[in-house]
């Protein structure tokens, strides 16, 4: 079983930034693949990003350069650090843990966070 806490959200400018990061329960977190997801009102929850246990990375297209997803598996932590803000990315932001064989679909995650709330003002 994994815990996964999510903090870092808030209030920001367009062309800010902002870090999330979610920390993991349990002694299995570096054997997970972890990825970001977010959900705005009224739209399904999307995949932003995801690392894998060996640190290769990926990102859907509309962060590509502008968002970076790190993990650090001594601190059972993982990070978005997320520059260049734009109103388009406010939404809520999920941290979830797995191990299925597509890193950007949903159902390839089995534990999720309870999400943390990041608002970008134009």
């Known amino acids: 079983q994994v815990q996964l806490v999510e903090s870092g959200g808030g209030l920001a400018q367009a062309g800010g930034s902002l870090r999330l990061s979610c920390v993991a329960s349990g002694r299995t977190f570096s054997s997970y693949r972890m990825g970001w997801f977010r959900q705005a009102p009224g739209k399904e929850r999307e995949f932003v990003a995801a690392?894998?246990?060996?640190?290769?990375?990926y990102y859907t297209d509309s962060v590509k350069g502008r968002f970076t997803i790190s993990r650090d598996n001594a601190k059972n932590t993982v990070y978005l650090q997320m520059n260049s803000l734009k109103p388009e990315d406010t939404a809520v932001y999920y941290c979830?843990?797995?191990?299925?064989?597509?890193?950007?679909?949903?159902?390839?995650?089995?534990?999720w966070g309870q999400g943390t709330q990041v608002t970008v003002s134009s």
């Open positions: 690392i894998s246990w060996s640190g290769s990375t």
């Open positions: 979830a843990a797995g191990s299925g064989r597509y890193y950007a679909l949903r159902q390839s995650y089995d534990y």
